[in-house]
């Protein structure tokens, strides 16, 4: 049974809200995957909607890139918008 | 016999073939083929076990009525022998390879969930209370034993073979399902039961379709073997119920 392939698996707990990855599974097919993430992780009534993607299909950013393609913006701090002035009135944000 | 002893024993073959399903499929509880097949498994095992507890509830209740008392859950899981029990043949068979597992639960769920379709209609409300819940569990067993039983007839020849002997071996269990005596047709009168016979047909029709598709012959014997729903069965149920029972009998009352 080692030959079956490892699948990421997508939940999403409540309407509006996005999938979220919850853990990987092994499945001989996206069928089996979904029912075994059905028995897996959606035991206590966590999701109305899951996702599968064969974990092969997911093309990852390398840890040696690290450097090139997240430290530039740590010295952007202007990219956050935390310099405007809220009017008193406006709550929320 | 009163209707109430009547619907007492009703509702034992109910909760019976449940609770024995539910044990079989928890001794597969760590020796699952795959991690994710041994927790998909028991999960069903569970199902069937809560839903054992609804009837095996109802059951005391109305024991309480016709014996001035009514034995508790633990009491009737734990402390019957199997002459005692009234479950189905079928679900007391020792779980065998995984192909013995899929085709005994495949047979079973066909016919557990169309049971259970017809009970919700039923004249008793806690009887069609209990089946509608149950009834959505079950659509989603009869479609993961269905989908085994195709997978692994039309798979490796290996597998075939082994689905083909599975369900040939255990046909000979199915008959029961069908088979109504006196207190079925009493109750079914009365609009309590449902027709086991009418069961038959739609059953007899999944399963063809089922196992065509898995490229599975149809098996085409004709004796049935009898005797569950009225406390005459095969050796393997005590075997099993020394193991289910050992601590309440080792430990009378013992609580968590």
Do not use: C
């Amino acid at each position: 049974m080692n030959e079956w392939p490892l699948w990421e698996i997508f939940i999403r707990s409540q309407h509006g809200l996005a999938h979220k990855h919850v853990g990987s599974l092994h499945a001989p097919d996206a069928e089996m995957a979904i029912k075994n993430a059905r028995d897996v992780y959606t035991r206590r009534n966590e999701g109305v909607s899951i996702w599968v993607v064969k974990s092969s299909e997911i093309t990852a950013t390398a840890p040696s890139e690290k450097q090139a393609l997240f430290e530039p913006a740590n010295s952007k701090v202007y990219r956050h918008p935390t310099f405007f002035p809220m009017p008193e009135e406006v709550k929320h944000i | 016999m009163t209707s109430d002893r009547l619907l007492f024993d009703y509702l034992l073959r109910l909760a019976d073939s449940d609770l024995v399903l539910a044990q079989r499929l928890g001794e597969w509880v760590g020796h699952g083929p795959v991690l994710e097949e041994d927790i998909a498994l028991t999960n069903i095992g569970l199902d069937l076990l809560g839903q054992a507890r609804l009837w095996f509830a109802y059951a005391s209740e109305v024991e309480a009525r016709f014996a001035g008392a009514g034995r508790s859950e633990d009491a009737l899981a734990f402390l019957r022998d199997s002459g005692g029990f009234r479950n189905l043949l079928l679900v007391e068979q020792p779980n065998g390879d995984y192909a013995v597992t899929m085709a005994r639960q495949f047979y079973f769920d066909v016919w557990h969930k169309l049971l259970l379709a017809a009970l919700t209609g039923s004249r008793d409300a806690r009887i069609a209370e209990v089946a509608a819940k149950a009834q959505k569990e079950v659509a989603y067993h009869v479609e993961r034993s269905a989908d085994w039983v195709i997978r692994l007839g039309d798979g490796t020849a290996e597998s075939h073979a082994r689905m083909q002997t599975a369900v040939d071996d255990l046909w000979t269990y199915t008959g029961e399902m069908f088979a109504s005596d006196e207190a079925d047709d009493v109750l079914a009168g009365e609009g309590i039961a449902s027709d086991l016979s009418a069961l038959a047909a739609p059953w007899r029709a999944t399963v063809e379709s089922v196992l065509t598709e898995a490229t599975l012959a149809v098996p085409t014997s004709l004796f049935m073997q009898r005797g569950g729903r009225r406390g005459v069965h095969t050796e393997h149920l005590g075997h099993m119920l020394t193991t289910m029972q050992h601590l309440q009998r080792s430990y009378p009352g013992a609580q968590w």
